[in-house]
């Protein structure tokens, strides 16, 4: 068997694991271990050695802080707040509470990193509100799941985290990148919104016949005893300023260069902790207690897949397995912008299978060279490969953000959600393609902001 063959079959064996159903860092600590005692099973010293290796990191610290800031805030009413707030800035608008669901997950985004997380905090508030205003409950689930995905695109995510370990690339640089593609992300799904209820949305909700009769005429439209003064807005501003000012800090500690993402989780975590503490009253043993565990059990998955990941990484790297892909893959007869579309359907493919953080780890070292041979930027990928992933998100079999929306709500079912998420799976193609033909709307930033 040649090295193209083998480096096939590594790959493929590690898929069918992880296609299987078990654990991510079990199949490919799995795959690793059988591949060691078949070819290298001198290295099965090296085994600890590269588990270990793999934890000690300084950047890796930043993947349980970022988990430990959004734990307290998920805890709280703080989602719903920023949820208030949001609707009272933007309720004129046709489709109202879908821009605040679209504007409420950019923001948490920017607290929390994930995306099952987003959907959660913004879903748990946002669905029950926009059925009570006779939003059809599928649209309302559609547009909570897509907002989700903004968790691991806008800074700080774990994904980009991940990326940057895995690839050794800076993650500071790759935060910086999601910047404005994740702005240009809910821009365009807000600006969706407000067209497809200004002429698409019907003028009577019959699919919920329990939403109070101010809210049943028109979906999306303004009520006529619903009206916020400027001094109301305000007010609500006033509730979610400490969460602006989490995400101001961490930006301006990163963007500028004063601290690394560890630091900047550190302090976040720190400030986030004191704001439970001291604004929403969350200080209690069993309440600090389910934060704690929380946080714990979330990072520790994490960890785990970034060993086995590391140790799989190892073995492919033994085999020539990564070196091998790389060049079947630049051997391709599909031109340089060929073999990219090959890489995206890849990518949406493994999306749709595998978890957001179990791709990366695994496919990111082996695309990298690829990346490099055809002349495009590690960062900028980055950015591509989130995208790509934020659609395997909302599609089954994995589809986490479907699954967490069904849990809010379990009556509307998965096809409905399905079908209207259509036009939310268009505009992420959109990005893709605009990230294609313009790489400086993730470059450009990165290069003014970092030297």
């Given amino acids: 068997m040649n090295e193209a063959q083998l480096s096939i079959l590594v790959f493929m064996s590690a898929l069918v694991l992880l296609f299987s159903g078990m654990p991510i860092w079990s199949g490919l600590v799995a795959v690793s271990v059988i591949y060691i005692l078949i070819y290298s099973p001198h290295l099965m010293q090296q085994i600890p050695y590269v588990l270990y290796g793999s934890m000690d990191s300084f950047a890796m610290l930043s993947i349980p802080l970022f988990i430990l800031l959004s734990a307290p805030l998920a805890a709280t009413r703080a989602s719903k707040d920023l949820y208030e707030a949001m609707h009272r800035w933007v309720y004129r608008l046709p489709g109202g509470l ?26 748990g508030v946002g669905i029950p509100e926009m059925r009570n205003r006779g939003y059809d409950p599928a649209i309302s689930c559609a547009m909570v799941a897509h907002a989700g995905t903004f968790g691991i695109l806008i800074p700080p995510s774990m994904t980009m985290i991940l990326y940057g370990v895995a690839t050794e690339t800076s993650i500071g640089k790759c935060f910086i990148a999601g910047v404005i593609p994740g702005i240009l992300l809910v821009v365009m799904s807000s600006l969706w ?17 329990s939403a109070p009769a101010q809210a049943a005429t028109v979906p999306g439209s303004v009520s006529a005893v619903e009206r916020y003064t400027m ?44 704001v439970v503490v ?10 600090m207690t389910k934060i704690l565990t929380r946080t714990l059990n979330d990072s520790s998955m994490i960890l785990m897949i970034m060993a086995g990941a590391s ?24 031109g340089k912008w060929g073999i990219i579309l090959f890489i995206n359907i890849l990518l949406l493919l493994l999306g749709c299978f595998i978890p957001p953080a179990a ?47 069904q849990g809010i709500a379990p009556d509307v079912p998965l096809s409905q959600i399905l079908w209207y998420l259509i ?16 790489p400086e709307m993730a470059t450009w930033l990165p290069a003014k902001m970092i030297g």
């Fill in 98 to 123: 879908g821009v605040s669901t679209m504007l409420a997950g950019g923001i948490f985004a920017a607290l929390c990193g994930s995306s099952p997380a987003t959907a959660a905090a913004v879903g």
């Fill in 193 to 209: 919104i407000v067209f497809a209820f200004r002429f698409f949305v019907p003028r009577q909700s019959a699919s919920n016949p």
């Fill in 231 to 274: 001094k109301e807005k305000m007010a609500s501003l006033v509730k979610v300023a400490p969460l602006i000012l989490i995400i101001l800090g961490i930006m301006v500690s990163l963007y500028g260069g004063w601290a690394t993402p560890s630091e900047a989780a550190g302090v976040g975590a720190v400030i986030a902790l004191l």
């Fill in 278 to 287: 001291i604004i929403y009253r969350v200080y209690k043993l069993g309440e």
């Fill in 311 to 334: 140790l799989f990484g190892f073995v492919c790297s033994d085999l020539y397995v990564t070196q091998s892909l790389a060049e079947l893959i630049l051997a391709l007869p599909f």
């Fill in 359 to 405: 791709v990366i780890l695994m496919v990111a070292p082996m695309l990298l060279p690829v990346i490099k041979g055809l002349g495009f930027d590690s960062v900028w990928f980055s950015v591509m490969m989130t995208v790509n992933l934020e659609v395997g998100l909302l599609t089954p079999p994995v589809g986490l953000n479907l699954y967490v929306v």
């Fill in 423 to 438: 036009p939310f799976l268009v505009i992420d193609a959109i990005l893709i393609v605009l990230l294609c033909i313009f």
